[in-house]
């Protein structure tokens, strides 16, 4: 059975700090990508980046997150810096054979909240 367990989420103040990590188990873990998205209250799900470093929105370009993977512990890594309330949302990790491709396997998510 393939699980994806997210961990790390929190409350922080505005231009703050946290990491989250994606625990991958049940798969080849080189035969997959694994992304990172989120969802705030009331908006559409959007990709915050994928591992193997195409990003989906602005905000990797930026250089506030920074996608790193330990294929050894089969962990994927989102660290978020000068984080923003607008960063706040449910944040998921989730596999999929490509970056562009379908995410079949998702996790259950951990959520960010960002005080200003």
């Known amino acids: 059975e393939v699980q994806l367990v997210e961990s790390g989420g929190g409350l922080v103040q505005a231009g703050g700090s946290l990491r989250l990590s994606c625990a991958a188990s049940g798969l080849t873990f080189d035969d997959y990508v694994i992304a990172w998205f989120r969802q705030a209250p009331g908006k559409e799900r959007e990709g915050v980046a994928c591992?193997?470093?195409?990003?989906y929105i602005e905000i990797v370009n930026q250089g506030r997150f920074t996608i790193s993977s330990d294929n050894a512990k089969k962990t994927v890594y989102l660290q978020m810096n000068s984080l923003k309330p607008e960063d706040s949302a449910v944040y998921y990790c989730a596999a999929s054979t490509h970056c562009s491709g379908t995410f079949d396997y998702w996790g259950q998510g951990t959520q960010v909240t960002v005080t200003s």
């Open positions: 591992a193997d470093g195409i990003t």
